[in-house]
């Protein structure tokens, strides 16, 4: 079935650093790829989405990057501040068809050190 | 607006019993979601609904029964609870024609 790996599983960097947490897919016809923050004991929350036919995209510190054809992503977080610290999930899906399915990788807890 | 809402926030229940799980939305979503979240496999899909009167299974269905009689609810229920269904339960919602889905704040359940 539909796989989503993501790594690393934890993630510790000091304050102001670059944090790039990476996932894989194996569904290669997904075409929508968004990324989700869980504060602990909240819900996930939508930070960027990206969808197949676009190669990058930026909304402030958060960054993500889409291979098609290696079927990687990457989120990407310049700058990172005590804030950021939470469980990242990256998720695959095929949108716009009746196969209304989003699979998620097992998240990675990053914690951003003052 | 309250967005999406899930009664209850915690529950304990021994090995057999039954309960629902409610989740309202008051955005007029038309897909519903339900989610189990456990330590170290994000979240895994139960049952789905894509509008009123229709669900569908999702990847780990066993053991869960769903109901969407109304627009605005999804009810998931758990007619014998065991043990391996100790989660966070999470329900979502989102538009037709828009990919992003909205979560509710989960429900802790603990199956003794």
């Known amino acids: 079935g539909e796989n989503v790996e993501q790594h690393p599983s934890t993630l510790s960097v000091q304050e102001g650093d670059s944090a790039v947490i990476k996932c894989t897919y194996s569904?290669?016809?997904?075409?929508?790829f968004p990324w989700y923050k869980q504060e602990l004991g909240k819900r996930p929350q939508l930070i960027i989405d990206i969808r197949s036919n676009v190669g990058e995209k930026k909304d402030q510190r958060i960054a993500v990057t889409l291979n098609k054809t290696a079927k990687h992503f990457s989120l990407h977080i310049t700058e990172t501040q005590p804030e950021d610290s939470a469980v990242y999930f990256c998720a695959a899906s095929l949108w716009g068809t009746s196969y209304d399915k989003v699979i998620f990788g097992p998240g990675t807890s990053l914690s951003v050190i003052p | 607006n309250a967005g999406v809402t899930q009664t209850p926030k915690f529950r304990v229940l021994k090995t057999g019993q039954s309960m629902t799980l409610l989740c309202a939305q008051d955005?007029?979503?038309?897909?519903m979601y339900w989610y189990r979240q456990d330590p170290g496999m994000g979240l895994r899909l139960i049952h789905y609904s894509v509008g009123e009167g229709t669900t569908a299974k999702g990847e780990v269905p066993d053991g869960y029964n769903v109901s969407r009689l109304k627009k605005q609810n999804f009810l998931l229920g758990l007619e014998s609870a065991a043990p391996s269904q100790t989660s966070v339960y999470f329900c979502?919602?989102?538009?037709?024609?828009?990919?992003?889905?909205?979560f509710g704040p989960g429900t802790r359940l603990l199956v003794l």
């Open positions: 955005m007029n979503h038309e897909y």
């Open positions: 569904d290669s016809a997904s075409n929508y």
């Open positions: 979502a919602s989102r538009r037709r024609r828009q990919e992003t889905q909205y």
